[in-house]
């Protein structure tokens, strides 16, 4: 039988120590970076973006790649770019650690999608924290508070 199918992530990750790095500026070079590095990873990016200080993928993983190492890759490759062009991101000093994977049903894909066009509006009242432990406990996954940003 062949491999099939189906799992829609969300990913979240965001910068160290909260910083802010993204703007109207950069924002769609680093998107469209990401989205390239999915694309060579035989990874579908439905959506790249994010908000101030975080980033949103909404994607299938092919099926050997192991999630793991996908977000080691994307924040390597992205982090190389930030470098290269330092000037387009002042103050980015990394990512943090961590990561969070949540998975969904096909038929979510574009509510996922709508709400991260729309994070920019969603993070004028919303932390990035706030949002990520609302995820957190929407998918019933167990934290630490004091490890939730590093």
């Not at 994010?50 to 790649?65: D, K, R």
């Amino acid at each position: 039988m062949s491999t099939y199918t189906q799992i829609l992530y969300q990913l979240v990750f965001g910068s160290k120590d909260y910083t802010h790095f993204l703007t109207a500026k950069n924002q769609q070079l680093l998107f469209g970076y990401i989205a390239g590095v999915l694309k060579n990873k035989s990874c579908h990016s439905y959506i790249v973006g994010g908000a101030i200080n975080h980033i949103h993928i909404v994607t299938h993983i092919h099926p050997t790649i192991a999630l793991s190492f996908l977000i080691k890759d994307i924040k390597k490759a992205s982090n190389e770019l930030i470098s290269r062009e330092k000037s387009m991101f002042p103050g980015f000093s990394g990512w943090q650690v961590g990561f969070g994977a949540f998975t969904y049903h096909i038929s979510s894909k574009e509510t996922l999608i709508n709400y991260v066009v729309n994070q920019a509006i969603h993070h004028r009242t919303v932390t990035y924290k706030d949002e990520l432990i609302r995820l957190l406990e929407e998918n019933f996954v167990e934290y630490t508070d004091d490890y939730l940003l590093v």
